[in-house]
């Protein structure tokens, strides 16, 4: 039987510095010596996905972007690539300039922000070890990457996040989420991610159990995060981690013990599926 586990990295595997926790490395090399194909699917660019499939030795493909770019890790050969269309885009980036939000661009391998994104870097740095700043976000037609985006990722007070996200959500072909972003030093900020409605983690855990020859019955899900509930609907099993939010626990076959804090999703995701013994 072959069988695939599909992981989130941020919040799942590694650990709040980024690291991937000890007992989750040593439980994918079992399931990688048992048999088990083991995928990567975040929302992290490929250039901030890169470094943690090297780590663990993966070579197949990963899913970046939630979904919207797939990468062979082996090459770096783009295996499939859903991206935000000339209008898409420039509605998407109107609306949330007129509302006076801080915008970052996901176009290619690299995080674009200008100077009024200096300061909140810090939030969508860790999705890509590549940002360049450029003198106005908005107009990427001026730096040549309008073609290539996949995804924009806006920051401002709530209400006018809401009102932004409502109104994007209404325009054909476009997928809106916003949320509290929690995070020390950016109290009162809410975040929006934009990206095409033609790829979600869904798509891209179906695409892996396509490319990999598994039932959709054989392949499990583990993640933390609202981006992970597609993966959850589709998959034979999904995990969630003990810090996940009510809807996305929701939504799991089974709630997990593990916290991100000491990790070990991976391990008890696998144990309780009958993928790995059980210690002793």
């Given at each position: 039987?072959?069988?695939?586990?599909?992981?989130?990295?941020?919040?799942?595997?590694?650990?709040?510095?980024?690291?991937?926790?000890?007992?989750?490395?040593?439980?994918?090399?079992?399931?990688?010596?048992?048999?088990?194909?083991?995928?990567?699917?975040?929302?992290?660019?490929?250039?901030?996905?890169?470094?943690?499939?090297?780590?663990?030795?993966?070579?197949?493909?990963?899913?970046?972007?939630?979904?919207?770019?797939?990468?062979?890790?082996?090459?770096?050969?783009?295996?499939?690539?859903?991206?935000?269309?000339?209008?898409?885009?420039?509605?998407?980036?109107?609306?949330?300039?007129?509302?006076?939000?801080?915008?970052?661009?996901?176009?290619?391998?690299?995080?674009?922000?200008?100077?009024?994104?200096?300061?909140?870097?810090?939030?969508?740095?860790?999705?890509?070890?590549?940002?360049?700043?450029?003198?106005?976000?908005?107009?990427?037609?001026?730096?040549?990457?309008?073609?290539?985006?996949?995804?924009?990722?806006?920051?401002?007070?709530?209400?006018?996040?809401?009102?932004?996200?409502?109104?994007?959500?209404?325009?054909?072909?476009?997928?809106?989420?916003?949320?509290?972003?929690?995070?020390?030093?950016?109290?009162?900020?809410?975040?929006?991610?934009?990206?095409?409605?033609?790829?979600?983690?869904?798509?891209?855990?179906?695409?892996?159990?396509?490319?990999?020859?598994?039932?959709?019955?054989?392949?499990?899900?583990?993640?933390?995060?609202?981006?992970?509930?597609?993966?959850?609907?589709w998959a034979g099993q999904a995990f969630a981690m003990a810090q996940a939010?009510?809807?996305?626990?929701?939504?799991?076959?089974?709630?997990?013990?593990?916290?991100?804090?000491?990790?070990?999703?991976?391990?008890?995701?696998?144990?309780?599926?009958?993928?790995?013994?059980?210690?002793?």
């Amino acid at each position: 039987m072959t069988r695939l586990l599909v992981t989130d990295l941020d919040g799942t595997l590694l650990d709040p510095d980024g690291l991937v926790h000890d007992r989750d490395r040593e439980a994918i090399v079992a399931l990688r010596r048992a048999g088990v194909h083991v995928a990567l699917c975040t929302g992290r660019l490929y250039s901030g996905t890169r470094h943690v499939a090297e780590e663990l030795e993966l070579t197949g493909p990963v899913a970046c972007v939630d979904g919207s770019h797939i990468v062979d890790a082996h090459s770096g050969r783009a295996l499939h690539l859903a991206t935000l269309d000339a209008v898409q885009l420039g509605t998407a980036l109107r609306c949330v300039e007129q509302a006076g939000l801080t915008c970052f661009v996901f176009a290619g391998d690299a995080v674009y922000y200008d100077a009024p994104g200096a300061e909140l870097l810090s939030y969508v740095s860790l999705w890509s070890r590549e940002c360049l700043e450029v003198d106005r976000v908005t107009a990427p037609h001026r730096w040549g990457v309008h073609q290539q985006v996949m995804a924009l990722v806006a920051l401002g007070a709530p209400e006018h996040v809401h009102e932004v996200g409502t109104r994007l959500n209404q325009q054909m072909g476009l997928y809106c989420a916003w949320f509290d972003v929690r995070r020390p030093g950016f109290e009162g900020q809410w975040g929006l991610i934009v990206r095409s409605s033609a790829a979600s983690k869904g798509t891209a855990v179906r695409w892996l159990a396509q490319h990999h020859g598994v039932a959709r019955q054989d392949v499990i899900v583990v993640g933390d995060w609202l981006n992970d509930v597609p993966m959850f609907e589709w998959a034979g099993q999904a995990f969630a981690m003990a810090q996940a939010p009510d809807e996305v626990k929701r939504v799991a076959t089974c709630v997990l013990d593990a916290h991100t804090t000491e990790g070990g999703g991976i391990l008890e995701a696998a144990r309780r599926a009958g993928w790995l013994p059980h210690a002793g």
